[in-house]
C-alpha cells in the first residue's frame, strides 16, 4: 500500500538553526510529494511540492528534494525563524488518484 | 470572501446526536474531500467526491455520510454521534489537471462529542 513515515517530534530548535524533517515513503506507481504546513488554529496550507524524481520545490526558505532511490523527501530550511513554528506534514498522492495519504505530522518549535 | 469555509468552528454534542458539518468552496473546484485529525494519526481520509453526485469511501468511513447535490458544498453528517468521533474536521477541495494537484484546505471545525 502507500505510506508516509515522518520524523517523530516534536522537534525544538533556536532560532537560525538549521532544521531537517525526514520523510519516507512507499508507493505504488509515480506519487507525486508534498509539504503541508499547519500553524496554530488554522487549516493546513501547501509548503511545497514535487512531482517527479530528482525535482526540487522550495518555498519561504523551505527546500525538499524527491529522491526516488532513496525514498525520501526531507524538508530543509538553512536558518529558521520563530514564526516557522507550526506542524509540518508529508504527503504523497498517486498519478491519477486525488486522495493524499499523510504523515503523521511533526511539530516543530522555534525559540527566540 | 473566495476560498473554502467551514461551519461552525467548534460544535459541543451529545451521544447519539446527529451532527452536520458544513464546508463549501467558491473556486468550483471538482474534488472534495473530508479528514478527521486526532493526536497520533496525523490526517485520515474519511470521504471524497469526485463531482456532484458522486461520492466515494475514504480510510475511515464508518459512522459518517455525506451527500453533494451541488459542486460548491460537501456537508458531512455524523448520524448518531459517539465520543470516539470527538475530533478536529477538515474539509478540502482540489482541482483535476495532470497530477500533482493542491488540495486547499479550510480552517476546520473542532468538534467535542459528550
Known amino acids: 500500500g502507500n505510506s508516509v513515515t515522518q520524523m517523530e517530534g516534536p522537534v525544538t530548535l533556536s532560532e537560525e538553526a538549521f532544521l531537517t524533517i525526514n520523510c519516507t515513503y512507499t508507493a505504488t506507481g509515480y506519487p507525486s510529494l508534498f509539504w503541508y504546513v499547519q500553524y496554530p488554529g488554522e487549516g493546513l496550507q501547501l509548503l511545497l511540492k514535487?512531482?517527479?524524481?530528482?525535482d526540487k520545490g522550495s518555498n519561504k526558505g523551505f527546500e525538499a528534494t524527491y529522491r526516488k532511490e532513496t525514498t525520501s523527501f526531507h524538508l530543509e530550511k538553512g536558518s529558521v525563524q520563530v514564526s516557522d513554528s507550526a506542524v509540518y506534514f508529508c504527503?504523497?498522492?498517486?498519478?491519477?488518484?486525488?486522495?493524499?495519504?499523510f504523515g503523521q505530522g511533526t511539530r516543530l518549535t522555534i525559540n527566540p | 470572501d473566495a476560498g473554502i469555509t467551514q461551519s461552525p468552528r467548534y460544535k459541543i454534542t451529545e451521544t447519539g446526536r446527529q451532527v452536520t458539518l458544513m464546508c463549501h468552496q467558491t473556486w468550483s473546484h471538482s474534488y472534495m474531500f473530508w479528514y478527521r485529525q486526532d493526536l497520533g494519526h496525523g490526517l485520515r481520509l474519511i470521504y471524497y467526491s469526485a463531482a456532484a453526485d458522486i461520492t466515494d469511501k475514504g480510510e475511515v468511513p464508518d459512522g459518517y455520510v455525506v451527500s453533494r447535490s451541488k459542486t460548491e458544498n460537501f456537508p458531512l453528517t455524523l448520524e448518531s454521534a459517539t465520543r470516539s468521533q470527538t475530533s478536529v474536521y477538515f474539509c478540502?477541495?482540489?482541482?483535476?489537471?495532470?497530477?500533482?494537484?493542491?488540495?486547499?484546505f479550510g480552517p476546520g471545525t473542532r468538534l467535542l462529542v459528550l
Open positions: 478540502a477541495s482540489s482541482e483535476v489537471l495532470g497530477g500533482g494537484e493542491t488540495q486547499y
Open positions: 504527503a504523497l498522492s498517486i498519478q491519477g488518484a486525488q486522495k493524499l495519504v
Open positions: 514535487a512531482t517527479k524524481a530528482d
